[in-house]
């Protein structure tokens, strides 16, 4: 069956970076889009960042020239490289999958991970 499993999350201090993984299973990851969502305490979970099949990526406003999102069709993996954190992105991190184009909105994302806590404190 359809299986994400994202992993990398931990606590790191302000400035620091961290590299979170989406392992994608039963299906060719190739042939979808990527989407990375973040949902801080009290929140809505929001977009972070997307990378289509063909490599194209798109960044919120709030991460980028931070974060990079990149892909290994082979090894089955979407990764996101996450530098310079701030407090602010605090969440539990979620990858999911899209047919079509990029697109924040969560609907039309079909299938979702568990998620992967990342907190920024000192």
């Known amino acids: 069956q359809v299986q994400f499993v994202e992993s990398g999350g931990g606590l790191v201090q302000p400035g620091g970076s961290l590299r979170l993984s989406c392992a994608a299973s039963g299906f060719t990851l190739g042939y979808y889009n990527i989407g990375w969502f973040r949902q801080a305490p009290g929140g809505e979970r929001e977009g972070v960042s997307c990378?289509?099949?063909?490599?194209?990526?798109d960044y919120a406003d709030s991460v980028k020239g931070r974060f990079t999102i990149s892909r290994d069709d082979a090894m089955k993996t979407v990764y996101l490289q996450m530098n310079s954190l701030k407090p602010e992105d605090t969440a539990v991190y979620y990858c999911a999958r899209k047919w079509r184009s990029c697109s924040p909105t969560l609907d039309e994302y079909d299938y979702w991970g568990q998620g992967t806590q990342v907190t920024v404190s000192s």
């Open positions: 990378i289509t099949r063909d490599g194209s990526t």
